[in-house]
């Protein structure tokens, strides 16, 4: 579990569903280990797309510790994400609504209307929290989905660019994606030079 910044957490952990030797850039081209995230707001703690690791008993410890006395909520960015949601949703008696009205202080949702994915803002972290419309990128840096990933939505790569783009008015420092490495600065900037390729 690496803390990325006060009350604020990612992890990877290897996924059941990977299986070695994927065409590139097809629908099952992502890496085995997947990344999740836990915010511990004022008022809640908040797990994003939670996987659990191979220990658990280890990160039932480490995740207690943090939640202690919180109201917790379990959030997913898309259907495919649900992981372990019920598993942590059951062991913290956790809400799993995404409703905004039912968000804690300090998570903000932002609904991609037909790509099936909802984002999640921490503005207090200045962190954006994506499912797998944006991935990191291997310089570094972040990328749109292959087209591929988009078989089941009803948006295409150029749409997708276009409902990504009210984003970057948001003063985005990090970019905790799923699937490769997290940008952990200049955010803003690696989002604009993902919508701009």
Do not use: C, K, M, N
């Given at each position: 579990m690496r803390e990325i910044a006060p009350g604020l957490w990612r992890w990877t952990a290897p996924h059941s569903a990977w299986r070695p030797g994927a065409e590139r850039d097809s629908p099952d081209d992502w890496d085995e280990y997947v990344g999740s995230v836990l915010y511990v707001g004022?008022?809640?703690?908040?797990?994003?797309?939670?996987?659990?690791?191979?220990?658990?008993?280890?990160?039932?410890?480490?995740?207690d510790e943090r939640v202690a006395g919180r109201n917790v909520v379990v959030l997913t960015t898309l259907p495919p994400h649900r992981r372990n949601r019920d598993q942590v949703a059951h062991r913290y008696r956790a809400s799993t609504s995404r409703i905004k009205r039912d968000l804690p202080d300090g998570v903000e949702s932002i609904v991609l209307r037909g790509a099936r994915e909802t984002m999640?803002?921490?503005?207090?972290?200045?962190?954006?929290?994506?499912?797998?419309?944006?991935?990191?990128?291997?310089?570094g840096g972040l990328m749109l989905c292959p087209e591929s990933w988009l078989y089941w939505v009803s948006v295409n790569r150029d749409e997708l660019r276009t409902l990504l783009q009210p984003l970057l008015e948001l003063p985005i420092e990090r970019v905790l994606v799923s699937h490769g490495d997290p940008v952990l600065v200049g955010g803003a900037e690696a989002l604009r030079s993902c919508l701009s390729s």
């Open positions: 004022r008022e809640a703690a908040v797990f994003i797309d939670p996987l659990l690791p191979p220990d658990e008993e280890q990160f039932w410890s480490w995740a999640f803002w921490l503005p207090e972290q200045r962190t954006l929290v994506p499912g797998d419309r944006i991935l990191g990128a291997p310089d």
